[in-house]
């Protein structure tokens, strides 16, 4: 507990001095398009909240070296696995020129950081066929970077309204942290707690006012370094199911694949191409009726954190299930194959106007 409530302390302190400051960074820091299909903000904002989470779990990991924390190693190994993630994605957010490509590859190059120097790797899956794959070292080093960077990039996607990625991914690691302490990991659910300060020492300036926002420095980082506590836990603890991060994961996850499926195979349009058709922009735009047509920043901007609320709950749909059944892979499958249903349900109701009324916000 000392070491999330230190990393909270640290993100929130140093988040607010970056908003205090933004006018003499706005220039190179400020995210001022206010009209892609993806912005719903009505004034330039600070995107550099990234910089807050990181310097509160580095601040984290020098008071455990200070304690002599037995764990201050793996913790310090842990940040320095997730700088080439957080620094691609802090040069993106300050000079708008760095490649989505890059991006990518900077996060490979992260969990690439992580096989080498924490074991952090995909050795079983409990999925006919793949299992055979990730039992070579080659399948498994590249099921592992996939991974990782494919959760890195779904934080990422998620990443569009006041505290929306930021909640729900200290959620996840809640729930990291509790199995993690369940199976004796103490380690891991250290760290795993630790995240979770650092994310919420953030998300207090960014919800509901939306005075900074994470950027893709921070979206990456933190996709990292959850996608690394998971893979972890199921590298060191063989008892639980090799399934069960992708079940806690499942929301954002789910979405970057019906994104690309959408775009790809509904649209034919390119799956990298921005769109504002979103489960989250859609609940933004077709459930916060009471807004609609008002373009004043405070109503813009209590529009936008009342959407993140629905998805908190969707996002808790999936972490209960994976709570309950974090050793049954059997269960745990099922439980993703009925969020899937519900998932493509829900978006079909919204985006055909056929909403449950009393999911309508209108005023």
Not at 156 to 172: E, K, P, Q, R, Y
Not at 220 to 229: D, Q, R, S, T, V
Not at 241 to 250: A, G, R, T, W
Request: aromatic share 12%.
């Amino acid at each position: 507990m000392l070491y999330l409530l230190v990393s909270f302390f640290v993100a929130a302190v140093v988040t607010l001095l970056v908003i205090h400051s933004s006018r003499s960074h706005a220039h190179l820091s400020a995210d001022a398009d206010l009209s892609g299909p993806q912005k719903f903000h009505a004034t330039p904002v600070p995107r550099i909240g990234g910089m807050g989470m990181f310097t509160g779990l580095a601040c984290c990991v020098g008071v455990a070296a200070f304690a002599k924390h037995p764990d201050w190693k793996f913790g310090a190994l842990l940040v320095v696995c997730g700088l080439p993630a957080f620094l691609a994605g802090l040069i993106e957010d300050l000079t708008k020129r760095v490649s989505p490509a890059k991006r990518l590859v900077a996060t490979a190059a992260s969990a690439a950081l992580g096989i080498w120097l924490l074991g952090g790797t995909i050795t079983r899956t409990d999925i006919p066929g793949l299992d055979l794959v990730v039992a070579t070292t080659a399948g498994a080093w590249i099921a592992t970077v996939f991974t990782v960077a494919g959760v890195a990039n779904s934080v990422n996607i998620i990443d569009g309204f006041n505290g929306l990625s930021s909640m729900c991914v200290s959620l996840m690691l809640l729930v990291f942290a509790y199995v993690a302490y369940q199976v004796g990991d103490m380690s891991l659910a250290l760290w795993a707690l630790a995240g979770v300060g650092a994310a919420l020492g953030f998300f207090v300036w960014n919800f509901p006012g939306g005075l900074i926002f994470l950027g893709d420095g921070g979206a990456y980082f933190l996709g990292f370094y959850l996608a690394e506590i998971g893979i972890l836990l199921i590298a060191r603890n063989p008892e639980v199911s090799p399934l069960f991060p992708l079940m806690v994961c499942i929301y954002p996850v789910f979405e970057t694949l019906f994104s690309m499926y959408r775009r790809k195979v509904i649209r034919a349009v390119p799956t990298g191409l921005p769109d504002g058709i979103h489960l989250h922009s859609l609940i933004y735009r077709r459930l916060m009726r009471w807004a609609i047509g008002a373009r004043d920043a405070r109503a813009m901007t209590r529009r936008n954190s009342m959407t993140a609320p629905y998805l908190w709950m969707l996002c808790v749909s999936s972490l209960v299930p994976a709570l309950v059944f974090w050793d049954s892979t059997p269960m745990i499958v099922a439980c993703m194959a009925l969020f899937g249903l519900t998932y493509v349900a829900l978006y079909r109701r919204i985006v055909r106007f056929k909403t449950p009324k009393w999911l309508v916000v209108n005023r």
